[in-house]
């Protein structure tokens, strides 16, 4: 009898050792993401934490990168074309320097989950893709998310947005060879405009502000976004 019950405790401790590890959920990854990715490298602001608590990543990535949603890295979204890393899109929405009630010009919608998280922070987001299907997936998730001030448009955002200009805000998610003149004049004065900037590779984040007659340059961190066509953009 007591040989009996313990090979059965053996046999139970057997099976405990060779348990697979529960897989985290997203909620947990998305939590480890907004205090190690972001917070911890100085993106502290409560309402930018906040959106990206609330903004399920993972929904914007393909099936076979949902596990990666999280991760410190850009991911693939098809079309040669990337959703970008947490922290940059968080330290870019930082440069932002949103209250709530800025209209915003995004231009790269891509996954549109920048769009997504801006769509939190500002009054009413106006984003453009050149890639149509993209935008198509972008705005299904948008509506699935219940976001109704991310308004999705079509074309070539190099040239900007003129039916919906000017801006209070405007970002451009793609490398640029520089500031596109379009851009700069649908900027409202004191608007600021935050764009990578350098060549097809390699860039550097510039945010700009815009007075009356010349426009305020930073130059901020070193980034590698993919290259933004179009006519003010790559050929
Ligand atoms: N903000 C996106 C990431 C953008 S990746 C996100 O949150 O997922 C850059 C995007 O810019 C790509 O989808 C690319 O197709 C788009 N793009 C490049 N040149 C463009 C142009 N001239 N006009 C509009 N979109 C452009």
Redesign the pocket.
């Known amino acids: 009898m007591i040989f009996c019950v313990l090979v059965v405790n053996l046999y139970f401790i057997r099976l405990e050792c060779y348990k697979i590890p529960m897989e985290e959920t997203f909620e947990k990854k998305r939590e480890r993401m907004v205090n190690e990715q972001i917070k911890a490298r100085g993106v502290t602001d409560e309402r930018i934490l906040s959106a990206f608590y609330k903004i399920p990543r993972h929904l914007?990535v393909d099936e076979k990168e949902k596990s990666a949603a999280y991760s410190d890295h850009p991911l693939p979204?098809g079309?040669n074309?990337?959703?970008?890393q947490p922290y940059m899109?968080a330290i870019m929405t930082s440069y932002l320097n949103l209250t709530g009630r800025e209209r915003v010009l995004?231009?790269?919608?891509?996954?549109?989950?920048?769009?997504a998280i801006l769509s939190l922070l500002a009054s009413e987001v106006y984003t453009?893709?050149?890639?149509e299907s993209?935008a198509e997936k972008a705005a299904s998730i948008l509506k699935e998310l219940g976001i109704t001030n991310v308004h999705i448009n079509v074309?070539?955002?190099?040239l900007g947005l003129p039916k919906d200009a000017p801006f209070d805000r405007i970002i451009v998610?793609?490398g640029s060879p520089d500031i596109p003149l379009p851009l700069i004049e649908q900027l409202e004065i004191g608007g600021i405009i935050v764009i990578p900037v350098g060549n097809r590779y390699m860039q550097e984040l510039i945010v700009a502000k815009k007075k009356e007659n010349e426009l305020i340059k930073k130059q901020q961190e070193g980034c590698i976004?993919?290259?933004?066509?179009?006519r003010y953009?790559w050929s």
């Open positions: 914007f979204i079309y074309q990337t959703i970008s899109v995004e231009v790269g919608t891509g996954s549109g989950y920048q769009a453009i893709e050149k890639i993209l074309g070539d955002g190099s998610t793609a976004f993919v290259p933004l066509l179009g953009g």
